[in-house]
């Protein structure tokens, strides 16, 4: 139980376009969820926090015009990174957090999107 | 804000052997989970361990809630565990950090 998918696993795009990635939870509710990203050899940087049917919450630094997130249900976030350019190439990792007796903390991850921007 | 310190920052080791990986924080925390990172980044989760200790299979992990740490425990390792291990802290704003990672190598 608790499987997080995302979608697309890897994408190239060309600077200037945008690009949209989904996180679903698949066996579960996701309250909710949370979007990452990872620099070669570095840790996870937090990018924002979002709950269903309401507003995300985005990390300082992070943009909220450049990077949209949508929670529109329990089982999906979507984040769409807006004009693309290079150095917004990364590794971006979804998360998703329901309630679960006894574990309403736990975080489960999807398996990550490649993004490179050319 | 809250700081998660991750030690050793690499390890590489024979198979067999046995390793333990710290995690330090700075702050009362909510909850603590250990997560390996593979080859192809997929995070897979390993413990969720706010205190206590717990155990699975060749893998253990004990956090000191008191006094603000964790400790990740691989024994008899093998080279599928090679990969980065990350802790990670929910505080009390609900904010998930992650620390530095240790990155493991078992070597044949």
């Known amino acids: 139980g608790a499987v997080v998918s995302q979608h697309p696993s890897w994408v190239i795009c060309k600077s200037g376009t945008s690009v949209k990635i989904e996180c679903r939870s698949l066996d579960f509710q996701a309250t909710t969820m949370f979007w990452y990203r990872q620099f070669p050899k570095q840790s996870l940087m937090l990018m924002a926090t979002s709950n269903e049917g309401s507003k995300a919450t985005y990390e300082q630094g992070v943009e909220k015009d450049k990077f949209l997130i949508n929670h529109a249900s329990l089982t999906l976030s979507t984040l769409t990174v807006t004009s693309a350019h290079p150095e917004d190439s990364s590794f971006y990792i979804c998360?998703?957090?329901?309630?679960?007796?006894?574990?309403?903390?736990?975080?489960?991850f999807g398996p990550g999107t490649r993004l490179t921007v050319t | 804000g809250i700081q998660v310190e991750q030690s050793p920052p690499d390890l590489i080791l024979q198979e067999g052997a046995n390793s333990t990986l710290r995690c330090n924080f700075s702050?009362?925390?909510?909850?603590l989970q250990w997560f390996h990172q593979n080859p192809w980044g997929q995070l897979i989760n390993l413990f969720y361990i706010p205190s206590g200790t717990k155990q699975n299979g060749r893998l253990s992990a004990t956090t000191v809630a008191t006094e603000r740490y964790s400790l990740l425990y691989i024994s008899s390792s093998q080279t599928t565990d090679s990969g980065v291990y990350f802790c990670a802290v929910d505080s009390s704003a609900s904010k998930i950090i992650f620390g530095s990672g240790t990155r493991l190598s078992i070597r044949p």
């Open positions: 998360s998703a957090r329901g309630v679960m007796k006894g574990r309403s903390g736990e975080q489960y």
């Open positions: 702050d009362s925390v909510n909850n």
